[in-house]
């Protein structure tokens, strides 16, 4: 019978395995992005924000660049 620190402990570990698969997905996903020209896309809880392909971050994308997005 496990005890309650045991199952605890058992969820936390749990929970670093998931948290890791996330994070290597999303780095994997982020390098895909830039590979494709894409822009990576974040949020701080009220603004969104997009990183280019090439590293500038921004508030907003220029009409072209979402026109070039369309057409691939």
């Known amino acids: 019978m496990k005890t309650r620190r045991q199952e605890s402990k058992s969820i936390y570990q749990e929970m670093i395995e998931i948290l890791t ?3 290597k997905a999303v780095r994997k996903a ?3 992005n830039r590979k494709l020209g894409l822009p990576n896309v974040f949020c701080d809880g009220e603004r969104i924000f ?3 392909p090439d590293g500038r ?3 907003r994308i220029s ?3 979402l026109h070039g997005f ?3």
Request: avoid cysteine; glycine fraction near 0%.
């Open 50 to 52: 997009y990183q280019l």
């Open 30 to 32: 982020q390098a895909e």
């Open 57 to 59: 971050i921004t508030l």
């Open 21 to 23: 698969i996330f994070t």
């Open 70 to 72: 369309a057409k691939k």
């Open 63 to 65: 009409r072209s660049l």
